[in-house]
């Protein structure tokens, strides 16, 4: 083995890193946020959460990129430290499946058939098939099955460098007296966890140690430790992650420390120890790839239900680690972009959360116009506080995420949020300016007539109903409800045109004064432009779903100007619903 050989084997790792990355990310534009969104609520149960950690492990390919996420939900109060374990377990066994996939490269025949199953045979067939794919697809799941097709090319073109790199190995003097540092187990722990955590990827240490059993120069008893230590070395980067973490999220860490150190000590003291007394044949026996695979696998099973029924005790060894310390849980963890489709997930939900704060302060505020409460009127300027953060919050967390390589829906979803957040926000700032007519009211003692009260609820209604409509439109992404709000919103702009020419005409009249005029102007006006921001968010929402380039305003337009049967019927539906008592007795106001 010369120089230039190492330099393939240096390639080769490079290529299965890069690879992995093309797959892992490829596999996650795939599946979006399907998977993660379920999280939270099937981590309750321990075996949910187990079966939940392996199968997204499996989709992300990646245990390493699994308890990063876990970190960033644990930090934004999204998840408790107790539903986190389950799933660090079950992460570690769905991280084998590369092990099992590369075990193939080991198959030996002069069967067609059987050579075709080899991936570095058909991987060339696949990096073609992708290529086309990326190319030629004009839809993004097209060409993120197409980046997967690559990635996983480009991870079986590194394997067979490294594979090819090392095989002169096996003649070669110096790599038998390397060797022997293997057979002592607590080495090979050490060696393995250190190099695993330099290139911060178990899958890539086990595909180097599963290329150099095709050599016949690896024993199971020196694979063993390697495999513990390569399990251990993949928590440099939760460790990394967990950096500028509160206390909770570094405790997510922990457990994944503790879980995989004490598990690796029990499999290697069973292990060895059932050695000594037995003196099993095959310990020195050489293993073959798809061996190592066997045995990566069944050491995380047997951690994994070991371990399983102490996980309290994990949790509370990782409590006693990192001690309680009074820390604010970040509103998103920027560790959550790891995993963009989630992260927009996680950034809907908060979305959702500045939604009903604004519609909460709506519905408030105009109660207080009614009848005036002091307490009520702090917590709703305390509440447009909370609602500025999650604003800002929001903006800037959307910002960072636009520019990750998101997939044309993901970016759609941050484009609508985007849009979004800016009209919660200002319904936000219209609760405050409807509090400061309440406060007036208050404070000048001003009563409205009895029939300017009737009329005012009729239109109070439509935007209390309006803001309702929107918000569970926004929430559940239902197109069908958004598509309801800009016929109400027309009703909401007739009422308020018809309120203000009632109210000139009865100035006119001498039946009421200019000071509630003023009241009353600033009241509709507020009115109006919540609608307005309804409307708009309600055409985001569409627009998104249907996947629409048309710009609001065109497509305001058109669905005004074409006459569509849905959106005449819903007018007069609310037309009918939120008609003025006597709009039909006066011509002068009919003609209004």
């Known amino acids: ?64 990129a699994m308890t990063v996420m876990l970190v960033g939900l644990v930090n934004s109060g999204i998840m408790e430290l107790s539903q986190t374990v ?36 058909f991987s060339p067939l696949v990096a073609l098939v992708g290529t086309i794919m990326i190319m030629t697809g004009k839809d993004g799941k097209k060409k993120d099955a197409g980046s997967v097709m690559v990635g996983f090319a480009i991870l079986m073109t590194g394997m067979t460098f490294m594979s090819q790199s090392v095989a002169p190995l096996a003649e070669t003097p110096l790599f038998h007296d390397l060797l022997v540092m293997f057979s002592n187990p607590l080495a090979g ?18 595909g180097i140690l599963q290329s150099l ?3 016949g120069s690896i024993s199971l008893g020196m694979a063993f430790p390697i495999i513990a230590g390569a399990n251990i070395g993949t928590c440099i980067t939760g460790l990394i992650s967990a950096i500028g973490a509160n206390k909770n999220a570094k405790r997510v860490v922990a457990v994944s420390i503790y879980f995989k150190v004490v598990g690796a000590a029990i499999c290697m003291t069973a292990f ?77 939900a908060l979305a959702v959360k500045m939604a009903q704060a604004a519609q909460e302060s709506i519905v408030n505020a105009i109660a207080i116009c009614r009848r005036y409460d002091p307490k009520a009127a702090a917590a709703i300027t305390e509440r447009e506080e909370t609602i500025d953060l999650y604003e800002d919050t929001l903006g800037s967390f959307l910002v960072k995420l636009s520019s990750k390589d998101l997939s044309p829906a993901d970016s759609g979803q941050v484009s609508e949020l985007l849009h979004a957040i800016g009209d919660f ?46 918000v569970e439109a926004f929430q559940q992404e239902d197109t069908v ?48 432009r919540v609608s307005d921001h309804c409307s708009n968010i309600a055409v985001a929402v569409i627009q998104i779903q249907e996947s629409s380039a048309m710009d609001a305003h065109g497509y305001l337009n058109e669905l005004k100007s074409s006459g569509s049967p849905a959106f005449t019927q819903a007018y007069d539906e609310y037309s009918r619903q939120y008609c003025l008592p006597e709009s039909r007795l006066s011509g002068a106001d009919a003609a209004h």
């Open 213 to 215: 059993a095709l050599t």
């Open 86 to 121: 389950s799933v660090i377990m079950g992460s570690s066994m769905g991280t084998t499946l590369t092990a099992w996939i590369l075990s193939a490269t080991g198959i030996e025949s002069d069967s067609f058939w059987l050579q075709m199953l080899k991936p570095e045979s």
């Open 481 to 528: 409800l958004a598509a309801r709000v800009e016929p109400l919103e027309q009703v909401v702009d007739g009422l308020k045109t018809e309120l203000k020419n009632r109210h000139i005409r009865r100035l006119q009249e001498g039946r009421c004064t200019i000071e509630l005029g003023f009241v009353l102007t600033d009241l509709l006006t507020n009115y109006e």
């Open 425 to 470: 926000e200002r319904i936000g700032d219209h609760a405050v300016n409807i509090l400061r007519v309440a406060q007036e009211i208050h404070d000048k003692q001003l009563h409205f007539s009895e029939k300017a009260e009737e009329e005012l609820g009729i239109i109070t209604q439509a935007i209390v109903d309006i803001l309702g409509l929107t």
């Open 272 to 348: 060895y120890g059932l050695n000594a007394i037995f003196h099993f044949d095959v310990v020195d026996a050489p293993i073959s790839a798809l061996g190592i695979a066997v045995v990566h696998t069944l050491f995380n099973i047997i951690n994994t239900f070991v371990l399983l029924p102490f996980s309290k005790q994990l949790e509370k060894l990782a409590k006693i680690t990192i001690r309680d310390a009074n820390t604010e849980e970040a509103l998103l963890d920027e560790r959550l972009m790891l995993s963009p489709a989630f992260a927009i997930a996680e950034a809907r």
């Open 189 to 206: 722990l050490l060696l393995a966890t250190a190099f695993t955590a330099v290139i911060q990827s178990s899958a890539a240490a086990v």
């Open 1 to 64: 083995m010369d120089i230039f050989s190492l330099f393939t084997l240096a390639g080769g790792l490079a290529f299965f890193l890069y690879g992995m990355h093309v797959l892992s990310a490829g596999l996650e534009k795939m599946v979006g946020g399907k998977l993660e969104t379920v999280l939270r609520s099937m981590t309750s149960n321990r075996w949910k959460g187990l079966a939940l950690g392996a199968v997204i492990t499996i989709a992300i390919q990646s245990s390493s």
